[in-house]
């Protein structure tokens, strides 16, 4: 029951660790304390915790998607060329982030119909949709589109298209007061992410399916459009993740985000969903993904190379997981021996 | 001789043959001797990587992490080189290396429990990290010329390394077809709680699938280096990701057990052989990932229809054996069983 | 034969065994032992604890307490290989193949030695055996009769002086049962003591020297099969508390006048065959039939669960072309499964999730408020008398009869009109057993059709009104007289000696 008790709190654990590491690194550096800066400091990573949300909510169903990193690449192409053809801006933010969910119902459907692995069937997307998102500059011009600029489509292959409208990119630079864009983006998508999976159908059927698919699809629960749906919605978050970043940079690029996937998955599992469905938190990815966040930034303020980072979050990932076996199989052991002494006491009182 | 046709090794080889005679016919130059053995040349470092992936799915887990095993051996290889150890010590250097970086993923998946995702997913950030806080972020470079030299010797106008990749692979080939313990890997995958019962040590032959896994990974290093003759931050980046591509797309199913040695060769080939064959097509090179991932799609999910139509079948057949042992025996037939408890009572 | 044989030691023997999984005790202290040349057969109801103690003996378990000796030693096995070493070998009910190497490797995978030598010995048991399978073929394509005499020639590999057959017999064609009775004889001929599980009494009657009889985790029978009848097994298998059914006239009373609430009629797929019944308001028709019978095929088909089944199903006076677990909930059908774990429960969830998860499926409460979702918890434990300390306890931690008042509570919270329950009683205690039975007289008291799929014989006559068998895949209506224990059992066991040829 303390157990039990112990990973409810899973969420409170992260807030005090991030607490702590905040506290630590001000009194390393004060300058690091600065509430504007750090709150704008946090535009460097958001996109990881946007992306880690939508992730949260495919592995809660026992799922995983790694094409979200290839996703927000393309959403970001997709709307640097469509402005560049002449689109209204407004226009190519709703198409970026109907690409987005489209492939993510893509997805979707090819898991929820087959029985092929859901980490295969989005490898080969990670391919696939990177693969189209360097390729669609040429495409367009093969198929006879005009852009703005002489090279056609293609010269904007490799340099990313800039030159974005002040409308947009203040998405990524902007901000309400003391707090960025970037970051209100992420907190409302946090909220609606973490109200559709405490507070709705949709969101206990996530976890049901996540326990057990069986048990789900035996009890009525309308597994596949379920799944579709789950994923269709990482693909969106994964599409607002790139253009939020491509935003922040002033740059459409297709290959933005791609280093993204270890910090994204850690993120998720660091906030205390099972690889294996059913548990899990988006408040949970979203502490676990500030304190990953501001650990970067915070080495970065002591003077540390940023090489150990991956390091330390490698680390991080396998330990906080390797620390849920272990205190799981103590407590299993713990549990089936009090029963058995109960059930002795209770034979030798009958004197059976 | 039929289950080698019916194989998907078989499958992808065709397909690996139709596609560059199908480009043949558009552009005669990918037939040259030279072109082929130019593509088996720069395969070799991904065909190295998809044998150790090979023993990992084989046993139905996964390493994202060969790519940066990879990567840490040739730094550690470029170290070894610099300092002026001889070729042979660096590159056992280099394969100790990844067989330490494998023991790693194999104590943690085997034997703490963790799954195989996560661990490799974690160490493919240590490793790729430790990669660079070794080397301070820049290049080694200055590495000592000769180890080129092996690289670029050729017998019979095919590179050195190409003849004992195949030596390699033929040696594999044997061990794991005649070797018992080779066969855990799939008695393993293929039914993990069989295995268990049968009195294999499970555990170890995961432990082991993973630091074969990182061995081969140190192997495709010294491939590497010796290619281009110096040590890129890069090295081995996303490979991980191709590495899995390639021995899926060659037919080691994920669920485990199934596929061979040539699965995880042809599975490499393939995707080598794409990139090139783009080039002969002058379609940009910007085309080639999603080219592979189609392709890659597509062979699973072909996979799957016909492993559902075969499933279907055997469902059928047992269910038809069951119904003609009923028609041979039930001359008396249910209702009449209705009548005899009289009898028995 | 069992007389001289029981003077001996005997070769295994199990002695106070206990075990507990996840706060669920199993096996309460129990003794039991296997003599050389012997078929000890072991019977007991799914759940009482049998394969447990067969996973026990051949080291796939370790016992919570107690001992196990071999030929009058203590062993402790801490994995199946250090039992083959004491030439103890499981055949497991499900065989354990590896689909995708050759029949060769399937037999030698694991076995020491010079691999040619054994391949060689494997051949000689085989062809002694009657497995008449190509070595260099995947294993599989074999058949289920030829993937036990795998499982079984693996054993003989071993030099295996104990088998553990776990319900050989329970998919095989009746041809195929008489080939492995054939063997049966022979591996005891030879010395070899053999512990058999069966459902099939007439089977166990058959082929067996000596019975024991598990029930709630310890023993209530032991008998030479000599001195034994099926009648009295039955008996030995009832619970406790059982009493024999008062003759009841309800079933007279269902059918004139009203419509019936489900209604199948010509329903068949691969395993059954054109099965027809119809249910009354207020009555509960019994389908009485043994594991792999077809019995939780049809209830899948009639639900939904198997679209591929040909047939048509009215359910409360609607037909359903199309059928699907949300459909027919829908429609006012509901189903227990069989596998509470794999496909009735969320194990790993708050009871109170279960309990509301058919009402969310059907999106009969959009936005359930946590509080809104404990009161209708709360209401079926009280209704259904299930023992928790909170509706947010983890159904995992349990006992198997709340576990189930739990899925019953499941799947009655969208009010059905009719009720299908695949093993209502399977592996829970007998107190439990009798709240389930009072639920189900609560259903038809307030009118709702009820189908209770057993393998229990008893347990079908207790409860029916109307009693149908499935057996190999027919299903067939008993006369309205016919009701009595021996009855069902004949009818549903296969006890025309058949399996003696």
Redesign the interface.
């Known amino acids: 029951m303390k157990l039990t008790g112990f990973f409810k709190s899973w969420e409170f654990m992260l807030a005090m660790v991030l607490v702590i590491e905040l506290v630590v690194l001000g009194l390393i550096n004060p300058a690091f304390l600065n509430i504007e800066n750090l709150l704008f400091s946090t535009s460097d990573f958001v996109h990881v915790i946007i992306a880690a949300v939508g992730l949260t909510l495919v592995i809660m169903t026992g799922g995983i998607d790694i094409s979200g990193v290839s996703i927000m690449g393309l959403a970001s192409i997709v709307l640097g060329l469509m402005f560049v053809a002449g689109m209204p801006i407004g226009f190519a933010v709703i198409a970026a982030l109907a690409v987005g969910s489209g492939a993510g119902a893509f997805n979707g459907t090819v898991i929820a119909k087959t029985d092929i692995n859901p980490l295969v069937v989005t490898l080969a997307m990670l391919f696939l949709y990177s693969g189209i998102a360097t390729g669609l500059p040429t495409l367009l011009d093969m198929l006879g589109f005009k852009a703005y600029g002489a090279g056609g489509f293609e010269a904007y292959q490799y340099e990313g298209i800039g030159g974005l409208p002040k409308s947009f990119t203040w998405i990524g630079a902007g901000g309400i007061g003391w707090v960025p864009m970037p970051l209100i983006i992420t907190v409302l998508i946090a909220v609606v992410a973490s109200y559709l999976m405490t507070r709705t159908r949709f969101g206990r059927f996530l976890k049901l399916i996540g326990v057990s698919d069986q048990v789900a699809r035996f009890t009525g629960v309308p597994v596949q459009r379920t799944l579709i749906t789950v994923y269709a919605l990482n693909g969106f978050a994964a599409a607002v993740a790139g253009l939020v970043l491509t935003a922040y940079f002033t740059s459409a690029r297709s290959d933005l985000g791609a280093e993204a996937l270890l910090n994204i998955i850690t993120a998720v599992v660091l906030g205390g969903s099972s690889i294996y469905g059913g548990q899990g938190s988006v408040l949970g990815t979203f502490l676990a993904g500030l304190v990953l966040g501001f650990l970067r930034q915070g080495l970065l303020a002591l003077g540390i190379t940023s090489d150990v980072v991956p390091v330390i979050v490698g680390l991080l990932l396998i330990g906080s997981v390797a620390l849920k076996i272990g205190m799981g199989v103590l407590h299993t052991k713990r549990a089936n021996r009090a029963a058995y002494e109960t059930e002795r006491m209770a034979v030798a009182q009958n004197g059976g | 001789m039929m ?1 080698i046709l019916k194989s998907r090794e078989f499958l992808v080889l065709v397909l690996l043959v139709v596609m560059i005679l199908s480009v043949a016919t558009v552009n005669k130059a990918v037939l040259y001797p030279i072109t082929l053995i130019n593509i088996l040349n720069s395969s070799l470092f991904l065909m190295l990587l998809a044998i150790g992936q090979m023993f990992v799915v084989l046993t139905r887990g ?1 390493d994202v992490s060969v790519g940066a095993t990879a990567g840490l051996s040739a730094v550690i290889f470029g170290f070894a080189l610099n300092a002026g150890l001889p070729l042979p010590l660096a590159m056992l250097a280099a394969l100790v290396t990844g067989l330490l970086g494998g023991m790693v993923n194999g104590l ?1 998946v085997a034997f ?4 195989p ?3 490799t ?10 990669m ?2 070794l080397t ?2 820049s290049w080694i470079e200055s590495i000592p010329q000769n180890i080129k030299s092996f690289a670029v010797t050729r017998y019979l106008s095919v590179p050195l390394m190409v003849w004992t990749m195949v030596a390699v692979v033929i040696v594999v080939a044997l061990l794991l077809w005649k070797l ?1 313990p080779a ?1 855990y890997f ?2 393993v995958g ?2 993990y ?8 040590n499970v555990k170890m032959t995961r432990f082991w699938a993973f630091s074969l896994a990182g061995a081969f990974a140190g192997a495709a290093a010294v491939v590497f280096v010796g290619q281009i003759g110096f040590v890129p931050m890069q090295t081995g980046n996303g490979q991980e ?1 191709k590495a ?2 390639a021995v ?1 797309l060659g037919g080691v199913s ?2 485990g ?2 596929g061979s040695i040539w699965s995880a060769v042809i599975g490499a080939l393939f995707l080598t052989a794409v990139d090139s064959m783009m080039i002969f097509l002058k379609v ?1 090179g ?9 392709v ?2 597509a062979v ?2 072909f996979d ?1 229809l016909i492993r559902r139509t075969v499933r279907n079948r055997r ?2 057949a ?2 038809a ?3 003609r ?2 028609l ?2 039930d001359g ?1 037939g ?2 009449a ?2 009548q ?2 009289e009898a ?2 | 034969m069992p007389d001289d044989m029981t003077q001996n030691a005997p070769v295994v023997a199990l002695r106070g065994i206990w075990k507990v999984f996840e706060s669920v005790t199993v096996l309460r202290g129990i003794d039991f032992d296997i003599h050389a040349g012997e078929v000890h057969a072991l019977l007991g109801g799914n759940g009482s604890g049998k394969s447990t103690i067969v996973k026990i003996i051949s080291g796939a378990y370790r016992p919570t307490a107690g001992t196990i000796e071999v030929s009058g030693m203590a062993q402790s096995f801490s994995r199946p290989s250090e039992a083959h070493a004491q030439g103890i070998y499981m055949v497991p009910q499900e065989p354990q193949i590896f689909p995708n190497l050759s029949v060769r490797e399937n037999l030698l995978m694991g076995l020491v030695g010079d691999p040619v030598e054994n391949a060689e010995r494997a051949r000689g048991i085989a062809d002694e055996i009657g497995l008449a399978a190509d070595f260099n073929a995947p294993g599989g394509e074999l058949s289920i009769a030829n993937q036990q005499l795998i499982e079984i020639v693996r054993g003989l590999l071993r030099k295996a002086r104990v088998l553990i057959l776990d319900e050989p017999t329970s998919s095989l064609t009746r041809r195929e049962v008489t080939s492995l009775a054939a063997q049966m004889r022979s591996l005891t001929a030879r010395g070899i003591g053999i512990l058999f599980i069966s459902h099939r009494l007439n089977e166990v009657i058959d082929l067996s020297d000596r019975v024991s009889v598990l029930r709630d985790g310890h023993f209530v029978l032991e008998d030479a099969t000599a001195n034994l009848t099926t009648e009295k097994l039955v008996e030995a298998m009832l619970p406790a508390d059982f009493s024999a059914p008062v003759e009841q006239e309800t079933a007279a009373a269902t059918a004139l006048g009203t419509k019936p609430v489900l209604a199948v009629r010509g329903l068949s797929s691969r395993v059954f065959r054109e099965a027809s019944f119809e249910v009354y308001p207020g009555e509960v028709v019994g389908i009485s039939g043994v594991v792999g019978a077809g019995r939780t095929e049809l209830a899948e088909a009639i639900f939904g669960i198997d679209t591929d089944a040909r047939g048509e199903v009215v359910i409360d006076g609607n037909t359903a072309p199309v059928r699907s677990p949300q459909i027919c909930q829908e429609m006012g059908l509901s189903y227990v499964p069989e596998d509470r774990h794999a496909h009735g429960i969320f194990l790993d969830l708050p009871s109170a999730h279960t309990i509301s998860s058919s009402l969310m499926a059907l999106g009969r409460s959009r936005f359930m408020a946590a509080a809104k979702e404990m009161e209708l918890a709360e209401t079926f434990v009280e209704r259904l008398r299930i023992k928790l300390a909170s509706p947010m306890q983890y159904a995992r931690t349990l006992s198997g009869g709340n576990q189930q008042k739990i899925v019953l509570a499941k799947i009655l919270a969208p009010a059905p009109r009719v009720v299908i329950l695949d093993e209502p009683t399977r592996g829970i205690d007998a107190h439990a057993r009798q709240d389930v039975y009072r639920i189900i007289r609560t259903l038809t008291a307030d009118g709702v059709g009820v189908v209770v799929i057993s393998s229990e014989v008893g347990e079908i006559a207790e409860v029916s009104d109307r009693i149908m068998v499935m057996k190999r895949g027919n299903l067939v209506e008993l006369p309205a007289g016919v009701r009595s224990v021996e009855q069902i059992s004949a009818a549903t066991f296969d006890t025309n000696g058949e399996v003696t040829a």
């Open positions: 289950r996964i943690g703490v429990g963790i799954p995702i996560i661990m997913l974690g160490t493919l950030g240590a490793y790729r990290g430790l660079r806080v301070g972020g018992k066969r799939y008695a293929d039914n709680d069989g295995a268990y019962l049968l009195g294999i990701l899995i591509a899926v994920l669920m057990g199934t940009p910007s085309w080639n990932n999603a080219v592979a991932g189609f890659l799609l699973v999910v799957f469902l059928a047992r269910a054996e069951m119904r042992s009923e041979d025996h008396a249910a209702p069983l209705v005899t408890p028995t009572s």
